[in-house]
């Protein structure tokens, strides 16, 4: 019985997901569900990545959280519209949260529109929100073993932006058998090293972004 209601919820979260979808290719949209685990920096790198993509296209953001509004605040700061959905204890975004809050953000006059899942390395790879990629963001302190842990989040993601580079001459881990353990799950993921702290490798992964979104256009 549990797999049946289980399945019933995907099937249903599917076709709103391919209602969503047809909207952004309507709209001229790029959608990138950005995922992570807490702490990893989700807000810092799309803080960062806001200001270096600014001045070229139009950015907005879906904010989701469990509670609180601190993360859409940061974002906020930046002059983008953004909308916080806060999901009173669900671990993930479904389709159904991000078609709800839709007419408060003005798609037609964007080019890319980022939605920050909750903070999870678990659930928000199973359910599609009628994103273009799945994006995730490890944090170098996090260890080089996730990919084994959490393989589906590697298998579903497009790029992997592994964060917090600054902070590998203080930590103990491995950064090749990081990638090679990812790359193992899914061979065609792009991977970047990036600090947000210090700006190191963020113009590779903007230019990227600015690759997909202008070859869609």
């Known amino acids: 019985m549990k797999v ?4 019933r919820i995907l099937e249903a979260n599917e ?13 001229g949209l790029f959608v990138v569900n950005l995922m992570s685990g807490p702490g990893a920096g989700k807000t810092s790198l799309l803080v960062r990545t806001i200001e270096l993509l600014k001045p070229h296209l139009r950015v907005g953001v879906i ?3 469990i509670t609180g509004t601190e993360d859409a605040e940061r974002i906020q700061s930046t002059g983008v519209p953004v909308v916080q959905i806060n999901t009173g204890g669900a671990c993930h975004l479904d389709a159904n ?15 890319l529109l980022f939605i920050e899942n909750v ?4 659930c928000p790879a199973e359910f599609n ?18 990919p084994l842990k959490y393989p589906l989040m590697f298998q579903q993601s497009k790029a992997l932006v592994i964060n917090k580079i600054d902070l590998l001459p203080h930590l103990d881990i491995d950064m090749e058998s990081l990638k090679e353990r990812a790359r193992a799950l899914n061979r065609d993921m792009e991977i970047f090293e990036v600090s947000c702290k210090t700006s190191e490798g963020l113009e590779s992964w903007t230019t990227y972004l600015t690759g997909l979104i202008n070859s869609t256009h």
């Open 119 to 122: 903070g999870n390395l678990v």
């Open 15 to 27: 076709r709103i997901a391919t209602e969503n979808r047809r909207l952004f290719k309507e709209k």
């Open 63 to 65: 904010e989701g959280d």
């Open 4 to 7: 049946k209601v289980v399945t």
């Open 97 to 111: 949260m991000i078609q709800e809050v839709l007419p408060e953000l003005p798609l037609g006059e964007l080019d």
């Open 129 to 146: 929100v009628g994103e273009d990629m799945k994006v995730m963001l490890l944090s170098v302190t996090e260890g080089e073993d996730k």
